[in-house]
């Protein structure tokens, strides 16, 4: 029978899909444990960067087990146990088999909550896109449907940290020569909003007082035809800068990353590490960007942004 979640009877299919897909990406990640832990046994290396204060350190078991629990640990983390952001793992044609695996139950979970947020959807009002974006993109407190919420209750993985299920482990090419690690820093993202969205989050705002003042600001200093953006701040972006040989020639290429990666090697590539160089306030001065938005916000506390005429 259909489990009722919040007045809403949410199919026994989705549930079920739900619970197989986790399971799947459960197995897998013991997988990837497993088959990582043979490799180092039988003398395939790993780098921690940020494990310890030597090249030893970085190269220990300890450092391995670090890199393995940032790898595979699923729930959600207290602040005291921070997630590691770079690592390099050399594994076996085995243990990149697993990994891939892992990356495709990861993949099949992901859609098993999209198809849930999906069938909530279908039943929710257009404001919902308003409620997201002061519940996740504002307030960055990432944002489960009640559905979902429920769903998961439902099959006790509550705990789980969506994010890391999302996020799929980098395999890089085989035959990698270079490996360093480079930072991108002051970006944002923009979100692109008319003046009656703009106008809807201002008078939805949690804090009374702030919502008056941003709907004052909205209506005395923005054109009602003109675009509006909100300007979300983003972390410093940990960036690979790799080389590796493909058909005896040298190819070089750039990519965002965000964790622990997997060599197909036995041997690790040369590599270098670059710290967090920190907030914009520590960095040396430099030319600034041009922006399509104006320097200043037109509601601060919202972070709401006119365009440059």
């Not at 859609?111 to 993109?137: G, P, W």
């Not at 001065?285 to 938005?293: M, N, V």
Request: proline share 6%; with cysteine.
């Amino acid at each position: 029978m259909p489990r009722q979640l919040n007045d809403e009877v949410l199919p026994q299919e989705l549930l079920l899909k739900l619970s197989t897909a986790f399971q799947r990406m459960s197995d897998q990640g013991f997988a990837v444990v497993s088959a990582i832990k043979s490799d180092h046994l039988a003398g395939y290396p790993i780098y921690v960067p940020t494990h310890g204060d030597s090249e030893a350190e970085r190269t220990s078991r300890e450092a391995l087990q670090a890199a393995i629990r940032s790898m595979t640990h699923l729930t959600i983390r207290p602040n005291t146990r921070l997630q590691l952001n770079a690592g390099i793992i050399c594994s076996s044609p085995g243990t990149v088999l697993a990994v891939s695996d892992y990356n495709d139950a990861k993949g099949a979970f992901k859609q098993a909550v999209l198809d849930i947020r999906q069938f909530q959807k279908k039943r929710e009002l257009t404001a919902s896109r308003i409620t997201r974006l002061i519940q996740n993109e504002i307030l960055d407190k990432g944002f489960r449907s009640e559905t979902l919420r429920q769903a998961m209750d439902t099959l006790r993985i509550a705990d789980l940290d969506l994010k890391r299920c999302y996020t799929r482990i980098r395999i890089m090419p085989p035959n990698l020569q270079v490996f360093s690690w480079s930072w991108t820093t002051k970006h944002s993202r923009i979100i692109k909003l008319t003046h009656e969205e703009a106008m809807r989050i201002a008078l939805e705002w949690p804090d009374q007082n702030t919502s008056a003042i941003a709907v004052d600001l909205i209506n005395r200093r923005c054109d009602p035809s003109a675009p509006l953006a909100i300007k979300v701040p983003l972390p410093n972006q940990l960036r690979a800068n790799y080389a590796f040989l493909e058909n005896g020639e040298t190819v070089r290429a750039s990519t965002p990353i965000s964790g622990v990666v997997i060599a197909q090697q036995k041997v690790l590539p040369r590599k270098l590490w670059r710290p967090d160089p920190g907030s914009a306030d520590d960095q040396s001065p430099r030319l600034p960007r041009q922006s399509s938005l104006e320097a200043t916000p037109i509601v601060d506390a919202l972070s709401l942004y006119r365009y440059v005429r």
